[in-house]
């Protein structure tokens, strides 16, 4: 069983930082994508940042000069640095992985349970 545990969320001043890891444990063949997004009250979850297996990076535009996504393939952990915060960053951060759980290249989507970051005025 493969699981995804996030942690670093909390309440944070606007303009402040907070970073984020999401560690994935289980049997795990290999590791495709690493992202995270988040889910706004009454909104739709979005794409926050994701990294491919080849480190290739992209950014949802709200975020886009603010945030950076890093991984750690040897630990399965995937981070999300976040600097100049502001309050309509304030949502569930959520991580995603994409992983061969298997042993057949076939991949499947995991998910977090969720942390809450909070950005205050």
């Known amino acids: 069983q493969v699981q995804l545990v996030e942690s670093g969320g909390g309440l944070v001043q606007a303009g402040g930082s907070l970073r984020l890891s999401c560690a994935a444990s289980?049997?795990?063949?290999?590791?495709?994508?690493m992202g995270w997004y988040r889910q706004a009250p009454g909104k739709q979850r979005e794409l926050v940042a994701v990294?491919?297996?080849?480190?290739?990076?992209n950014y949802g535009d709200s975020v886009k000069g603010r945030f950076t996504i890093a991984r750690d393939n040897a630990k399965y952990t995937v981070y999300l640095q976040m600097n100049s915060l502001k309050p309509e960053d304030t949502a569930v951060y959520y991580c995603?992985?994409?992983?061969?759980?298997?042993?057949?290249?076939?991949?499947?989507?995991?998910w977090g349970q969720g942390t809450q970051v909070t950005v205050s005025t």
């Open positions: 990294v491919s297996s080849g480190d290739s990076t």
């Open positions: 289980g049997i795990i063949f290999k590791i495709n994508t």
């Open positions: 995603n992985m994409n992983l061969d759980t298997r042993g057949y290249y076939k991949f499947d989507d995991y």
